[in-house]
């Protein structure tokens, strides 16, 4: 629009010069003429295009040196072009000198450098927006990542805190249990027939209040994170979406794996809510000899095939990092949908 309307004024003060100089010919021909080159200039971004169109002028001034007179329309567009060698050509307007002609030359080339210091401005303008905004999205990723990395910190204490307890109790009470066990068999040995009995319940009640608490125990020490139950969880919370859950992993894996694979699932299904219309997923995670695979695909179509998705930061980064942190893999393609695949080798 700044181009448009400084062009507009360059163009009526030309038509205005001329009219003035040569008031008997028909100007319409010189107008028609020197508005489509100057037009060209604008459309075409070919430099060799753009070399055509000046000399394709310089020939019609030639030809016809009434054209002077619209030279600064295209001194407009020269000087974007060629900066400051613009002026070599300005000793052209001596040879049909016109104050007013030299005026408005001066005026176009004043526009014009005006024009290119504002593009200048506004392209650092839009490089400045866009490095604010993938700052943005980074600072994003990374407030996720540490909520992600404080919920995880908060599990980790829940656990040591239980396996504190789960000490205390072996400790204390499962060795008081196991001495009255012990007390009771020795009083069977020493006692009549009529207590014997009694003794053989009480010895029965201790038992099994001794086998309630290795398993309270051994509960306190494995039941940390209920993957399956949480992931099971976390595919409930989007009805929209039919979730096909295939799980085959062991039930003894290390806390901090439980908690990166599901923040794997969680990643995965966030991103197929946001960027998919998908309406079915499915999730395997199978426990392989060497490694676990975990394969995640939707039957979306919302998404740019040519696009590299670990540089768009919608989760994939992250996955990768986590892959890497067990000496695996992660890819990606697109196969009547999008599918992911990971693999954590076992340590």
Do not use: W
Request: glycine share 2%; with cysteine.
């Amino acid at each position: 629009m700044r181009r448009f309307i400084e062009k507009s004024f360059i163009v009526l003060f030309c038509l205005y010069n001329t009219y003035k100089v040569s008031p008997t010919k028909d100007l319409v021909f010189y107008f028609l003429i020197s508005l489509i080159l100057s037009l060209a200039l604008d459309l075409f971004r070919p430099r060799k295009i753009r070399i055509f169109i000046y000399f394709v002028f310089l020939m019609l001034y030639l030809y016809d040196p009434l054209f002077i007179y619209y030279l600064p329309l295209i001194l407009y567009n020269m000087y974007l072009d060629f900066n400051v060698y613009t002026f070599f050509v300005i000793p052209i307007i001596l040879r049909n000198f016109s104050i007013i002609n030299l005026l408005i030359s001066c005026i176009s080339l004043y526009l014009s450098v005006m024009t290119k210091k504002f593009n200048v401005f506004l392209n650092e303008n839009k490089t400045v927006r866009d490095e604010l905004k993938e700052d943005t999205i980074y600072l994003k990723k990374y407030n996720e990542q540490l909520k992600i990395d404080r919920e995880k910190n908060i599990h980790i204490a829940i656990l040591t805190e239980r396996n504190r307890i789960a000490r205390e109790l072996h400790d204390s009470i499962g060795h008081a249990i196991s001495s009255s066990i012990l007390q009771v068999e020795a009083l069977k040995i020493v006692s009549d027939n009529t207590m014997s009995e009694s003794l053989d319940l009480l010895q029965n009640t201790l038992d099994n209040g001794m086998n309630d608490i290795r398993k309270s125990i051994h509960n306190l020490y494995n039941e940390s994170l209920d993957l399956k139950s949480r992931i099971e969880s976390l595919c409930s919370e989007i009805p929209s979406i039919e979730v096909d859950l295939i799980y085959r992993l062991e039930d003894d894996l290390p806390y901090d794996l439980k908690f990166d694979i599901l923040s794997i699932i969680r990643e995965a299904i966030t991103n197929c809510v946001k960027h998919s219309n998908a309406t079915e997923l499915k999730i395997s995670l199978l426990n392989q000899p060497k490694f676990y695979s975990i394969i995640i695909k939707d039957n979306g179509s919302e998404f740019n095939r040519t696009d590299n998705l670990l540089t768009k930061g919608i989760g994939l980064l992250s996955m990768n990092e986590i892959a890497n942190k067990y000496n695996g893999f992660l890819n990606y393609e697109f196969d009547n949908g999008f599918k992911i695949h990971l693999t954590l080798m076992k340590r």
